[in-house]
């Protein structure tokens, strides 16, 4: 189950990173003085722009499709529930024990405090995924699908477009609530916290258009 957790993470992260990585480089591209730079080495930040919007669109796909052979977010939710006994109070105990041969003295006080998961628990966040999980195996998918995953367009009008209609504060709200859903299956798995349905934004959001902006004035 662990396995299953993390990959979504990973999964999840990567894509919203690309976004926020995408979002900052169109930002700077407004800027002469960033711009200068870039122009020092057009081709390589052609193609870091090409490279984020490739992995973008295909992890967007890859997260809100249904494909049965295929990691998704309804992969993922179908294994929680199937596996719910792993997030019971005593596998979460199991759990903290590892490792030690005695029971730490701590240990009574914070199992009696955890929250026992249900199957609602996991349906009521992923309530909170669906709505956008429906655009997102839209639009989204099929400019994934049309453009970045199969080549079909090579050319920048065919490849504008596909990507027509599409906008990055749409896609920041689902990445969002994925990233939410995440969190809250990784507290309950870790920590036994009770889920919340108060989405809070990517955390890291300062950290990746720093990096961006480390990249192009280096």
């Known amino acids: 189950m662990k396995k299953v957790i993390e990959t979504l993470r990973a999964e999840t992260e990567s894509t919203i990173r690309a976004l926020h990585a995408l979002k900052q480089f169109v930002v700077l591209r407004g800027s002469k003085q960033h711009v200068k730079k870039m122009n020092e080495n057009v081709y390589f930040w052609l193609l870091f722009h090409s490279a984020l919007l490739t992995k973008l669109f295909v992890g967007l ?9 295929t990691f998704n977010f309804q992969h993922a939710l179908n294994s929680f529930k199937a596996n719910i006994n792993e997030f019971m109070p005593a596998a979460l105990e199991r759990r903290k024990m590892e490792g030690k041969t005695k029971r730490p003295v701590w240990l009574k006080k914070y199992m009696a405090e955890i929250h026992t998961p249900s199957a609602a628990d996991f349906d009521s966040l992923a309530r909170l995924v669906r709505p956008h999980k429906k655009r997102m195996t839209g639009l989204y998918s099929t400019a994934a699908s049309k453009v ?3 080549a079909v367009h090579t050319d920048k009008l065919a490849i504008d477009s596909a990507l027509a209609g599409t906008n990055f504060e749409e896609i920041e709200d689902a990445l969002n609530v994925l990233w939410h859903f995440y969190e809250q299956v990784w507290q309950m798995y870790e920590n036994g916290r009770k889920p919340s349905d108060v989405v809070v934004p990517y955390p890291y959001v300062k950290e990746v258009q720093e990096f961006v902006e480390r990249q192009i004035m280096a």
Not at 61 to 69: G, K, M, Q, Y
């Open 148 to 150: 970045f995953a199969h």
């Open 61 to 69: 796909r890859r997260l809100f499709e249904t494909d049965r052979d």
